[in-house]
């Protein structure tokens, strides 16, 4: 019959096809695990540097609400060459050769430093808020890479203040101080500066934003009272 001849051929074309799709497969799967098991690390451990010993009943539960409330922290920050890791404890940090592994300076911080920037060779740092309690001063300090050496500090709580003497009530307290936030771009530091106070159960902000150079010196400066954010320009 004719129909039959055809169905033969039909089943002999799909035998076919369901042979190769089989030898395909192997293959597929033979690259497939020839790729994914001959991969080669992209990442080499240079050389390691222990922060601390932590006696076995003072690790924290990390299942408890709020654990890391109250602990030394450390921070690395690398600078964008790859040269230098920025180690910072809570009492000190100390710059690294990531070739050597070595350290190149350290200076005491006394938990007061807040951000850290590395940018063209230099280290910005700005120092922490005060919490419930006027700050006299709040720093912006800039120190050579190379040899740690302290180039200049711009006072941004000498701008800030003028700003929260216009606002700030008698009857308000103080909630946070010259809180400092700082990034860079090339040879421009940008600082942002608040401080906020509460009246009852009222809230209100003072804030600056300013912009340095690399020497120090303030190019212009953004004031504002309230949120958002800044909108006078001077």
């Known amino acids: 019959m004719i129909w039959q001849q055809v169905l033969k051929k039909y089943i002999v074309l799909l035998l076919v096809v ?8 192997g293959k597929t799967k033979e ?39 109250g602990m030394k922290a450390t921070k690395p920050i690398v600078s964008p060459d790859g040269k230098y890791v920025l180690v910072v404890e809570e009492a000190k940090m100390t710059l690294y050769d990531i070739s050597t592994g070595t350290p190149k300076w350290e200076k005491a911080t006394y938990g007061n430093i807040d951000n850290f920037i590395i940018e063209n060779g230099r280290l910005y740092m700005a120092e922490k808020y005060g919490y419930k309690r ?27 203040v003028q700003v929260v003497e216009k606002y700030k009530t008698e009857e308000a307290k103080t909630h946070i101080s010259c809180s400092i936030k700082i990034t860079a771009f090339e040879d421009r530091i940008f600082a942002s500066g608040s401080t906020t106070w509460v009246v009852g159960k009222d809230k209100d902000k003072a804030e600056i934003l300013l912009c340095l150079n690399e020497n120090g010196k303030r190019m212009w400066k953004t004031e504002s009272h309230g949120y958002p954010g800044p909108d006078k320009h001077e």
């Open 18 to 25: 369901l042979a190769l799709a089989a030898c395909g497969c």
């Open 134 to 160: 006027n700050k006299e001063h709040g720093y912006i300090i800039c120190v050579d890479i190379e040899t740690g050496k302290k180039l200049w500090k711009y006072d941004v709580q000498a701008d800030l």
């Open 31 to 69: 690259a497939f695990e020839s790729k994914h098991t001959n991969l080669k690390p992209q990442l080499e451990l240079v050389c390691e540097k222990s922060l601390g010993n932590v006696a076995e009943d003072q690790i924290p539960n990390v299942t408890d609400k709020r654990w890391f409330f």
